[in-house]
């Protein structure tokens, strides 16, 4: 029970009612027994007057309106100039697990790795994005479109001087890519429309930032269409988590059950179009033996396929990355056929870089990023025209034992070429160059 | 050249500044910067409901950094003085900044969080020590009856009946003590407050007199202050503070209302954040003529004292210094004052002209009434310690630190 000394407080309450009038005693003291109930302490703080909650996208309106008005809005310095030690903060859309592991999660241990402190958040985690930005040196931006809450982030990094950078992995500014990207012609059109109209959206967050890194060539190549900003590339590459999930999967792999399996990944909808490419060759493939698999992996409609293969046909749902990984380990070899379209020759090879990781051997169009990872005939092949799918299947097929050796060749590669390095074929110079100087 | 880097924790700073202990942390912040070989950044505190709790803003003002950490309005007991969220900014600072040392000068609110995260990081503290806030909860050893406590030294048991929550005071004082074991040094504003939180316990043997300083007058302040006096021939009065006991008001409204004369003139400074401590109607029935005065700042304190010839100082608590006493001091302003602790350790007013706490009104009376009766108003300045010797002692302190965490490494 709360112990008040009465007495005292009586003679205080008159006191303060001589001094200051009724209105002040009785506010004193219901102020006194409040926080003497709720057990809170006493605090010099008091609340400003002039705050207010407002919305999301005006979060920080009101302290920089006072700042402002006190002087004390604008930071004369770049705060990396006179700090040694180099924080970036990336304000990201965490929202797709792929992404969020391949140009976030992996960037924070490429430049911890390398003594450079690394925050982020999500985008609409509005009150972490803009603390991590007050005590960073540079500000790095995934996949953010252009939006009042975007544009306020903007805005207090220009106030707080920070260099800003804007990574992209896919060409989601490109009114061009999607108007051919042939695997829209499996979607609904209205999806179509939406990220057309979003593209100038994605275009304005490029333009408003000092320097832009992209995933592949192909996608710096298409990015310098639409802007005047230096872009960089930043590949991706299997990170400690890849190659310690792949050789987890690998080890758990069953007995070898005499199957041959195709496997076909797709982490996203409309691929349905990539596998056409090259369905005929391969329906004759699975075909042609009992012992043959189509191994189809997250998302796939199987209404674009034969019947008659589906017999032969082993749906894995995805359900994170381990599990995909353990599915992909009991493929012989995985396919990743590429519409040749402006929007595929910027995608990257995460998915032959997956397939590495768990010992499987890719056979990949020679579109986007994926050949630059397959050395032919020794890690898998890289399919130039129609016959070339065949005549790989075939060769794998014929040789069980040699498509093994080649998998774990490409095993080999993905732990000597592509990890987490400052190789320039990984990030180029000038983004390291950027952060360190 | 290579700049040390100090960090300033201070529960106020600009642009949010208020108090005197603010005033001292700025400008020695400022003098440092002027000085040479440092930088300066700082880490205080706002209030905001318009941002998230613990959410922190960069800002900048006159040239220096500060972070402001965003703490609710309403925190736990425990919270005032020891709060892991704050903890968790600093020490995200800390790693950030890289500062050589931690100047934690006025750390209320921010709590002890500050040393701990400067432990965790091996960046050596230098503790200031303002008011009595590391030993008493309610700061200023102010009982609820607004009377001086009077304890020295300081014996928590002695607290019972005045503190909250014995048992949680007493949890308080032990952390606070055993968390000043873990800086290099202590500093202190005078003499009497090093005695008094040494005496109760309180890094013992840690600590030096580090007095404050102040801002001389600007060259123009005496043509300033000739020339009201000329303009006006009456004595003007002026008092810094509120209405309150514990200020001395009541004893100073009981001997004005002994004074015969009414030709003097008062002045009141309102240093609220609101203008809410004077209304004109409290001062209506004093003799004299009364006005309040808005709360001013250390760039236009000369308007403040060119106004003044005497000020009253009548704090009826034992203050570790008293900033008021030096600005006028150093401005040729008479002071009459309390006994009041470490006010007083600037000499310049005798000993058995110190008015003791909880005297009666009549010999403030007298004293005043022997200014009117003189109607003398001119004193030569006193020498006082500036911002910038009070800056060149810190940066020794910074020196025996930083050459003590060298040797022992």
């Known amino acids: ?437 | 050249m290579n700049l040390r880097h100090i960090l300033v924790a201070n529960v106020f700073f600009a642009p949010f500044s208020y108090g005197g202990a603010t005033v001292v942390a700025e400008q020695v912040a400022t003098a440092l910067i002027k000085q040479g070989g440092y930088r300066v950044t700082v880490v205080s505190l706002c209030a905001r409901n318009d941002i998230a709790p613990y959410d922190v803003i960069k800002s900048q003002k006159n040239g220096i950094v500060n972070y402001l950490i965003n703490v609710p309005e309403h925190r736990s007991y425990g919270e005032i003085y020891n709060n892991p969220e704050v903890t968790a900014r600093l020490a995200e600072l800390i790693s950030a900044l890289e500062p050589d040392l931690i100047h934690a000068h006025c750390i209320q609110d921010i709590g002890t969080g500050i040393i701990t995260a400067a432990e965790g990081a091996n960046v050596p503290v230098i503790l200031s020590v303002h008011d009595f806030w590391w030993l008493c909860e309610r700061q200023f050893m102010i009982k609820l009856d607004e009377k001086y406590c009077g304890q020295n030294p300081v014996r928590i048991d002695r607290c019972k009946g005045c503190v909250d929550n014995f048992w949680a005071a007493k949890t308080r004082f032990n952390h606070l003590q055993a968390m000043s074991e873990k800086v290099a040094l202590v500093t202190y504003p005078s003499q009497f407050a090093m005695e008094l939180s040494e005496a109760s316990g309180f890094a013992k043997g840690r600590g030096v007199v580090w007095k404050n300083g102040v801002n001389p007058p600007e060259p123009a302040f005496f043509n300033k202050q000739a020339a009201r006096r000329a303009s006006d021939q009456r004595i003007t009065f002026g008092y810094v503070g509120g209405p309150a006991q514990i200020k001395g008001w009541p004893q100073i409204e009981q001997a004005f209302a002994g004074i015969k004369s009414g030709k003097f003139r008062g002045l009141v400074v309102d240093g609220s954040r609101d203008g809410s401590w004077w209304q004109a109607k409290q001062l209506s029935k004093l003799p004299g003529s009364w006005e309040i005065y808005p709360r001013f700042e250390q760039h236009n304190m000369d308007d403040f004292y060119a106004e003044i010839d005497v000020l009253l100082f009548m704090s009826q608590w034992k203050e570790t210094f008293g900033l008021a006493i030096r600005e006028a001091l150093a401005r040729g302003i008479t002071v009459i004052q309390t006994d009041s602790g470490g006010t007083v350790e600037h000499g310049a007013i005798r000993q058995e002209d110190l008015i003791p706490i909880a005297a009666p009104p009549g010999q403030l009376r007298e004293q005043m009434d022997q200014v009117l009766r003189s109607g003398k108003r001119e004193r030569a300045p006193y020498p006082v310690v500036h911002f910038a010797d009070q800056a060149r002692e810190f940066s020794a302190l910074v020196d025996q630190v930083l050459q003590e965490v060298e040797r022992a490494a």
């Open chain 1, 1 to 437: 029970m709360l112990k008040l000394p009465l007495l005292t407080l009586i003679r205080r309450f008159r006191s303060v009612l001589k001094r200051e009038g009724t209105g002040a005693a009785v506010l004193r003291a219901a102020g006194y027994v409040r926080r003497r109930v709720r057990g809170l302490g006493t605090g010099t703080l008091s609340l400003a007057t002039d705050t207010g909650p407002r919305g999301s996208e005006q979060y920080l309106h009101g302290i920089w309106q006072t700042l402002a008005r006190q002087d004390a809005f604008h930071i004369l310095q770049a705060p990396g100039v006179d700090r040694a030690r180099r924080q970036i903060a990336m304000i990201a859309d965490l929202n797709l697990p792929q992404c969020r592991k391949y140009r976030v999660e992996q960037l924070a241990g490429f430049w911890r790795s390398r003594g450079v402190e690394f925050e982020y958040a999500h985008y609409q985690d509005i009150p972490r994005a803009t603390r991590i930005m007050q005590h960073a040196t540079h500000l790095m931006e995934y996949r953010l479109q252009s939006s009042a809450v975007t544009d306020m982030f903007r805005y207090e990094a220009r106030r707080l001087r920070l260099p800003i950078l804007y990574d992209l992995d896919d060409p989601l500014f490109s009114v061009s890519a999607y108007e051919t990207y042939r695997n829209m012609e499996a979607l609904d059109p209205g999806l179509k429309s939406h990220f057309l109209s979003e593209a100038p959206k994605y275009l304005s967050m490029m333009n408003g930032a000092d320097i832009m890194s992209v995933s592949t060539p192909g996608m710096a190549q298409h990015a310098a269409l639409y802007t005047g900003r230096p872009v960089y590339v930043r590949r991706n590459f299997a990170d400690a988590e890849t190659l310690c999930a792949g050789a987890v999967a690998m080890l758990n792999n069953g007995p070898d059950d005499g199957m041959f399996r195709v496997a076909f990944a797709s982490g996203s909808q409309g691929h349905e179009v990539d596998l056409a490419e090259i369905l005929e060759p391969l329906s004759e493939f699975i075909q042609a033996d009992r012992g043959r698999r189509l191994m189809l992996i997250g998302h796939f409609d199987l209404a674009h396929l034969p019947a008659k293969l589906k017999p032969q046909i082993e749906r894995v749902e995805f359900a994170g990355y381990d599990r995909y990984l353990a599915a992909l380990a009991r493929a012989n070899c995985t396919l990743m056929p590429l519409c040749d379209d402006a929007f595929n020759r910027c995608k990257s090879a995460v998915r032959v870089l997956d397939a590495a990781s768990v010992g499987v051997p890719s056979i990949v169009a020679d579109v986007g990023d994926l050949s630059s990872v397959v050395r032919t005939g020794e890690t898998g092949f890289v399919a130039q025209k129609g016959g070339d799918w065949m005549d790989a299947l075939r060769a794998l097929a014929a040789c069980p034992k040699d498509a093994a050796q080649m998998g774990r060749n490409a095993r080999v590669n993905l732990e000597e070429r592509w990890r987490a390095s400052d190789q320039p074929h990984i990030i180029a110079p000038e983004l390291i160059e950027w952060v360190e100087t």
